[in-house]
């Protein structure tokens, strides 16, 4: 019975988002005031509406209902309770419920803190949000509906979640994903409304940035863990693999990335205005699509969990009406907008003009690596396949203006600056990264190579630029002291997301140049020495897990003489599924880590053990999570929590 | 007023939606070519021998007798769990051919040597060329190919011994 309930709620969530397209809009276009406050009770009712779903199938999971379908495939008896609650977006139906659930929930936080703004720019608002839930929840009703019921006959267990995401990192990384995909949703909508109404000014701007800041940072967080994820649970020590699912993620980053840059300047100077817009639609048309080629199947991938053609057509269609349509709606209403404010050459405008073609340039990168083996095969050039070393490649040469502009940029003045100004500092940020690096890779570098020393060398003249920076603007007109005080959030925002893109240079730089990887034979008893690290093969066990055998491999592990951690390293066959998989043990250090990863068992009893030595890789998450930090910061700024501020400007805007 | 320019990003997705449509109106999508390739040749190619880069192979290696034709990777944890089964098949006599998929021919001989080698011909398609001509959208995938070269059964995941069982076994067995 409760399953139905969750479907007839989900039909229910369906209706409402139509509704809430269809009403608040008529109220805008008639003046109906009844009709434009709807759009806030209409969204509510939509949210509780598939709240009730989503927690129904949550619930059927929990009590193992294999009566549902997708239950029975995804779930089993056996299964830790928090990994039967993570299993609802184990698989595609239930990860689309997860993705209009998101979406609701961001359109509720829409409706209700949007106090300040007008009545109509709200519904505008929730109505365009109304357009993209309608078209989800047909796709999931239609096509992905995870209350399918196996009656008459169900079986007694289910079939088990894959055991790749049984797993913490997996618990968090898809709703921290998605509620950065989805996000971008609120930026979008804001785009379309204002595009309706005709009206882009830095008032606009200001409404959408802390909402494409929230965004990114769930992105932002939810890309890491993936990394983070794919590092530990995968057993092949990388980190990023350029995996067409990576990179459905990593493109709608890049282009939020361009797009929180973008808008500032909007906010601030009303220049770019209509380029910020097309950056707000594009953002989310890539989450879109990054959907889409998650969904469809027609990428070859590792990560290649569900795909279906009716699906993938589905998506398009929708993706050609939302994006194709908003696009259009930008080629005619954007010739509109004027910019008013003037700038030179040498202007923090230009270089944050040069940031976002810098990040977009990236973007197509990736677009073009991503798509291209298919395209190249749809024109009959035969298949082809664009790796790793392309990608390396491209993001080497793009990094280092990235990185040279991006440690100057907050030094720069808006509208105009004076070159002679800068000489000075310029040669002392230069003088100490390059004493930095010289004494950095002393230390920490065993050899020298010449993309070791750029990268670590682009890592602090950015650390360095930004901490001079702050000694700026703190003795402006204070001591040091009080004048740190005095900075802004926004302004410690700005700092924190430059230092955490330092250190995550650094931490690539040292991970990709210094990684030691043995793949070594060791019997019982024996040991292997490399990088002042002795690693002793104490002794082979197993071990009875709740749905999986392991057999464990304990090493202890000295640093010259002294005994420094003892590791154990899984190999896991889980029961239900056959399938075998590696659990690496880590001893996870600020400056490097160890990896050891158990093998086979060769014929004549010794074991195939892959032992890693990775420097700095914890910096490659440490970056990201600095970077979100900073997003918070934003958020939490003054200028979008004050009322009277804010309206105040507003006023001054429409005069 | 209208500007011109503003329609590029409008031009720029239909051509590329367009080109993302194709593969899925044709019903040419990977997971459609479960039937679309059976009861066909295997397509043509020319790939190296794992081991040896001047020892090349093309679709005839596929003629003469009935085989089995497995996709596999050293970034596969599935076919990691596979690996044994497959050397069990292997010793039962069965005629195995390998297809290395998108890896690291270093890794891959490694894996070999390893886990023990159970294949006669050992195919290694990097770039992933004949992979995308099959259709292969992951690994491991296993193709049973009768002896006129003649594809007649794909079967995606890992194999074992109750996948061999309940459905490959019979359709191998009918198979000239």
Same mark, same amino acid.
């Given at each position: 019975?409760?399953?139905?309930?969750?479907?007839?709620?989900l039909?229910l969530?369906c209706?409402l988002s139509f509704?809430?397209i269809?009403y608040?809009?008529?109220?805008v276009?008639s003046?109906h005031?009844?009709?434009?406050?709807?759009?806030?009770?209409?969204t509510?009712?939509q949210?509780?509406?598939?709240a009730?779903?989503?927690?129904i199938?949550?619930?059927?999971f929990l009590i193992?209902?294999?009566?549902?379908?997708?239950?029975?495939?995804?779930?089993?008896?056996?299964?830790?309770?928090y990994?039967r609650l993570?299993?609802?977006?184990?698989?595609?139906?239930g990860?689309l419920? *997860?993705?209009v659930?998101?979406l609701?929930l961001?359109?509720?936080?829409?409706a209700l803190?949007?106090?300040r703004?007008p009545a109509?720019?709200?519904?505008?608002v929730l109505?365009v949000?109304g357009?993209?839930?309608?078209?989800?929840?047909?796709?999931?009703?239609?096509?992905?509906?995870?209350?399918?019921?196996?009656?008459?006959?169900?079986?007694i267990?289910?079939?088990?979640l894959?055991?790749?995401l049984?797993d913490f990192?997996l618990?968090?990384?898809?709703?921290?994903l998605?509620?950065?995909y989805?996000?971008?949703s609120?930026?979008?909508?804001?785009a379309?409304?204002?595009?309706?109404?005709?009206r882009?000014?830095?008032a606009?701007?200001k409404w959408?940035?802390p909402?494409?800041m929230?965004?990114w940072?769930?992105?932002?967080i939810?890309?890491a863990l993936?990394?983070?994820?794919?590092?530990?649970?995968?057993?092949?020590?990388g980190?990023?693999?350029?995996?067409?699912?990576?990179?459905a993620?990593?493109?709608p980053?890049?282009?939020g990335?361009?797009?929180?840059h973008?808008?500032?300047?909007?906010e601030?100077?009303?220049?770019?205005?209509s380029?910020t817009?097309?950056?707000?639609?594009s953002a989310?048309?890539?989450?879109?699509l990054?959907?889409?080629?998650?969904?469809?199947?027609?990428?070859?991938s590792?990560?290649?969990?569900a795909?279906?053609p009716?699906?993938?057509l589905?998506?398009?269609g929708?993706?050609?009406?939302?994006i194709?349509?908003?696009?259009?709606?930008?080629a005619?209403q954007?010739?509109?907008?004027?910019?008013?404010?003037r700038?030179?050459l040498a202007?923090?405008?230009?270089?944050?003009l040069l940031?976002?073609i810098l990040l977009?340039?990236?973007?197509?990168?990736v677009l073009?690596?991503? *798509?291209?083996?298919?395209?190249?095969?749809?024109i009959?050039?035969?298949?082809?396949?664009?790796g790793?070393?392309f990608f390396?490649r491209?993001?080497?040469i793009?990094?280092?203006?990235?990185?040279?502009f991006?440690?100057?940029?907050?030094l720069?003045?808006?509208?105009?600056?004076?070159?002679?100004?800068?000489?000075?500092?310029?040669a002392?940020?230069?003088?100490?990264?390059?004493l930095s690096t010289?004494?950095?890779?002393f230390v920490?570098?065993?050899?020298?190579?010449?993309?070791?020393?750029?990268?670590?060398?682009?890592?602090?003249w950015?650390?360095?630029a930004?901490?001079?920076?702050?000694?700026?603007?703190a003795t402006?007109?204070?001591?040091?002291?009080?004048?740190?005080?005095?900075?802004g959030?926004?302004?410690w925002?700005?700092?924190l997301?430059?230092?955490?893109?330092?250190?995550?240079?650094?931490?690539i730089?040292?991970?990709?140049?210094?990684?030691i990887e043995?793949?070594v034979?060791?019997?019982v008893?024996?040991?292997?020495?490399?990088?002042?690290?002795?690693?002793?093969?104490?002794?082979?066990t197993?071990?009875?897990?709740?749905n999986?055998?392991a057999?464990v491999?304990?090493?202890?592990?000295k640093?010259?003489q002294?005994h420094?951690?003892?590791?154990?390293?899984?190999?896991r066959i889980y029961?239900?599924?056959r399938?075998?998989m590696?659990?690496?043990?880590?001893d996870?250090g600020?400056?490097?880590?160890?990896?050891?990863?158990m093998?086979e068992?060769?014929p004549?009893?010794a074991?195939a053990v892959?032992?890693y030595?990775?420097?700095?890789?914890r910096?490659?998450?440490?970056?990201p999570?600095?970077m979100?930090?900073?997003?918070?910061l934003?958020?939490?700024?003054r200028?979008y929590?004050?009322?009277?501020?804010t309206?105040?400007?507003?006023?001054?805007?429409h005069? | 007023?209208f500007?011109?320019?503003?329609?590029?990003?409008f031009?720029?997705f239909?051509i590329g939606?367009?080109?993302?449509?194709?593969?899925?109106?044709?019903?040419?999508?990977?997971?459609?070519?479960?039937?679309?390739?059976?009861g066909?040749?295997?397509p043509?190619f020319?790939l190296q021998d794992?081991?040896?880069?001047n020892?090349?192979?093309?679709?005839s290696?596929?003629k003469g007798?009935?085989?089995?034709?497995n996709?596999w990777?050293?970034?596969?944890?599935?076919?990691?769990?596979e690996?044994?089964y497959?050397?069990?098949?292997?010793?039962q006599g069965?005629?195995i051919?390998?297809m290395?998929?998108?890896?690291?021919?270093k890794?891959?001989i490694r894996?070999?040597?390893?886990?023990h080698?159970?294949?006669?011909?050992?195919?290694?398609?990097?770039?992933?060329?004949?992979?995308?001509?099959?259709g292969v959208?992951?690994?491991?995938?296993?193709?049973?190919?009768?002896?006129n070269?003649?594809i007649r059964?794909?079967h995606v995941?890992d194999?074992?011994?109750?996948v061999?069982d309940?459905?490959?076994?019979?359709?191998?067995?009918?198979?000239?």
């Amino acid at each position: 019975m409760l399953p139905e309930i969750g479907q007839f709620t989900l039909i229910l969530a369906c209706v409402l988002s139509f509704l809430q397209i269809v009403y608040p809009l008529y109220g805008v276009y008639s003046g109906h005031q009844g009709a434009i406050k709807s759009a806030k009770i209409l969204t509510t009712l939509q949210f509780l509406a598939v709240a009730c779903s989503f927690l129904i199938l949550a619930y059927s999971f929990l009590i193992n209902d294999f009566t549902v379908t997708y239950i029975a495939i995804n779930s089993n008896s056996a299964l830790p309770w928090y990994y039967r609650l993570s299993a609802v977006w184990g698989a595609h139906e239930g990860s689309l419920l *997860l993705w209009v659930f998101l979406l609701a929930l961001w359109s509720i936080a829409v409706a209700l803190l949007s106090k300040r703004l007008p009545a109509e720019s709200v519904a505008r608002v929730l109505a365009v949000l109304g357009v993209l839930a309608f078209g989800f929840y047909l796709f999931v009703i239609l096509t992905s509906n995870p209350f399918e019921r196996t009656l008459p006959t169900f079986p007694i267990d289910g079939r088990d979640l894959n055991p790749l995401l049984q797993d913490f990192g997996l618990v968090i990384h898809p709703p921290m994903l998605y509620m950065g995909y989805v996000g971008f949703s609120v930026a979008f909508a804001f785009a379309i409304a204002a595009l309706l109404e005709g009206r882009l000014d830095s008032a606009w701007a200001k409404w959408s940035r802390p909402w494409t800041m929230a965004a990114w940072v769930f992105l932002t967080i939810g890309i890491a863990l993936g990394s983070w994820w794919a590092y530990y649970e995968l057993g092949w020590g990388g980190w990023w693999f350029w995996d067409p699912v990576e990179n459905a993620s990593f493109m709608p980053w890049l282009a939020g990335t361009a797009l929180i840059h973008s808008l500032a300047v909007s906010e601030k100077r009303g220049v770019f205005k209509s380029w910020t817009v097309l950056l707000a639609l594009s953002a989310f048309s890539l989450s879109l699509l990054g959907t889409f080629l998650v969904r469809s199947g027609v990428l070859v991938s590792v990560h290649a969990f569900a795909s279906d053609p009716t699906r993938g057509l589905f998506i398009l269609g929708f993706l050609v009406l939302v994006i194709g349509g908003s696009l259009l709606l930008y080629a005619v209403q954007a010739s509109k907008v004027k910019s008013r404010g003037r700038y030179q050459l040498a202007s923090r405008e230009s270089l944050l003009l040069l940031n976002n073609i810098l990040l977009i340039a990236a973007l197509i990168v990736v677009l073009l690596g991503t *798509l291209l083996p298919l395209v190249h095969k749809e024109i009959g050039l035969g298949s082809i396949s664009i790796g790793e070393p392309f990608f390396n490649r491209m993001f080497t040469i793009l990094v280092v203006p990235f990185a040279l502009f991006l440690g100057v940029g907050s030094l720069f003045r808006w509208k105009r600056q004076s070159l002679e100004e800068l000489r000075k500092p310029l040669a002392l940020i230069l003088m100490v990264s390059v004493l930095s690096t010289i004494v950095f890779l002393f230390v920490f570098a065993p050899s020298l190579t010449w993309l070791a020393i750029l990268g670590t060398f682009l890592g602090f003249w950015v650390i360095v630029a930004v901490a001079y920076e702050i000694y700026l603007r703190a003795t402006h007109r204070h001591s040091f002291k009080v004048g740190l005080m005095k900075l802004g959030n926004s302004h410690w925002a700005m700092s924190l997301g430059h230092l955490g893109f330092a250190i995550m240079i650094i931490g690539i730089t040292m991970t990709q140049n210094y990684s030691i990887e043995k793949d070594v034979k060791l019997a019982v008893g024996e040991d292997i020495t490399f990088e002042q690290y002795n690693f002793h093969f104490d002794h082979v066990t197993s071990l009875q897990g709740q749905n999986y055998t392991a057999t464990v491999g304990t090493f202890s592990v000295k640093q010259g003489q002294q005994h420094i951690v003892v590791m154990k390293a899984e190999k896991r066959i889980y029961t239900v599924q056959r399938m075998a998989m590696t659990e690496a043990a880590i001893d996870a250090g600020f400056t490097r880590d160890l990896y050891i990863a158990m093998g086979e068992q060769l014929p004549d009893g010794a074991w195939a053990v892959r032992i890693y030595y990775k420097p700095f890789i914890r910096w490659i998450w440490l970056g990201p999570l600095i970077m979100a930090l900073g997003g918070l910061l934003m958020i939490g700024d003054r200028r979008y929590r004050s009322k009277k501020e804010t309206m105040k400007k507003v006023g001054a805007q429409h005069v | 007023m209208f500007n011109k320019k503003l329609l590029i990003p409008f031009v720029i997705f239909i051509i590329g939606a367009a080109f993302l449509a194709t593969p899925l109106l044709k019903g040419s999508d990977p997971s459609k070519l479960e039937s679309a390739l059976v009861g066909k040749a295997v397509p043509d190619f020319t790939l190296q021998d794992i081991y040896d880069e001047n020892k090349q192979y093309d679709a005839s290696i596929f003629k003469g007798q009935k085989m089995l034709l497995n996709v596999w990777a050293t970034w596969c944890p599935t076919c990691y769990a596979e690996h044994k089964y497959l050397n069990e098949l292997a010793n039962q006599g069965l005629y195995i051919v390998g297809m290395n998929y998108k890896d690291d021919r270093k890794k891959a001989i490694r894996w070999l040597n390893d886990l023990h080698d159970p294949y006669k011909i050992s195919l290694y398609d990097d770039s992933g060329m004949l992979g995308m001509d099959l259709g292969v959208y992951g690994a491991p995938e296993t193709f049973l190919i009768d002896s006129n070269g003649i594809i007649r059964y794909r079967h995606v995941g890992d194999l074992n011994q109750q996948v061999w069982d309940d459905k490959i076994k019979a359709i191998y067995e009918e198979m000239e």
